[in-house]
Antibody
Framework: EVQLMESGGGLEQPGGSLRLSCVASGFTFTTYNMSWVRQAPGKGLEWVSYTSLSSSTVYYADSVRGRFTVSRDKAKNSLYLQMNSLRVEDTAVYYC???????????WGQGTLVTVSS | EIVMTQSPATLSVSPGERATLSCRASQSISSNLAWYQQKPGQAPRLVIYGASTRATDIPARFSGSGSVTEFTLTITSLQSEDFAVYYCQQYYNWPLYTFGQGTKLEFK
């Protein structure tokens, strides 16, 4: 069974940093591209970041480019999102998602809540 | 950026009836469209990809259609577990994905 488990969320002040983790199991992690998607309270889904199999190709939404960094560790079957210079508008549930064969997000984690507030 | 627009924002339907949800892309995305279902407090779940292919374990009462810029998700004979928010997503401009704003399917 495919499982994605996020962690690392919490309360942080504006300007602070957090590092989210997503541990993958039930599939060969190194053969899938991965993404992060977030959802602000009561709002819709927003794609945040993408990383290719080997992290050789990464992309970011305009709203986080220059502040967030995505990475992955094949030895730990893990995906990460380093979030710096946090803003109040970064408050959201952050999901990691597996990118399927044609580009769809075929599996999702349960999400981790990030709250940015003073 | 490809903008995805869903309609209606809220759809009220009775159990056993048919629901039709729409999604429009601001430019051609061929058939590079997915639909997701999200229930309160849960992660999204893939329902349809490739505009019309059901994902694993999705019941046959769910069907997707459309191409280019106009897409539809149809749910026949609605069950109680189908009431949720549905999002469309384009991956034509992969990996710069965009989602629609969602349609809430509620009990009438």
């Amino acid at each position: 069974e495919v499982q994605l488990m996020e962690s690392g969320g919490g309360l942080e002040q504006p300007g602070g940093s957090l590092r989210l983790s997503c541990v993958a199991s039930g599939f060969t992690f190194t053969t899938y591209n991965m993404s992060w998607v977030r959802q602000a309270p009561g709002k819709g889904l927003e794609w945040v970041s993408y990383t290719s199999l080997s992290s050789s190709t990464v992309y970011y939404a305009d709203s986080v480019r220059g502040r967030f960094t995505v990475s992955r560790d094949k030895a730990k079957n893990s995906l990460y999102l380093q979030m710096n210079s946090l803003r109040v508008e970064d408050t959201a549930v952050y999901y990691c998602a597996r990118v399927g064969v044609v580009g769809e997000f075929d599996s999702w984690g349960q999400g981790t809540l990030v709250t940015v507030s003073s | 950026e490809i903008v995805m627009t869903q309609s209606p924002a809220t759809l009220s339907v009775s159990p056993g009836e048919r629901a039709t949800l729409s999604c429009r892309a601001s430019q051609s995305i061929s058939s590079n469209l997915a639909w997701y279902q999200q229930k309160p407090g849960q992660a999204p779940r893939l329902v349809i990809y490739g505009a019309s292919t059901r994902a694993t374990d999705i019941p046959a009462r769910f069907s997707g259609s459309g191409s280019v810029t106009e897409f539809t998700l149809t749910i026949t004979s609605l069950q109680s577990e189908d009431f949720a928010v549905y999002y469309c997503q384009q991956y034509y401009n992969w990996p710069l994905y965009t989602f629609g704003q969602g349609t809430k399917l509620e009990f009438k």
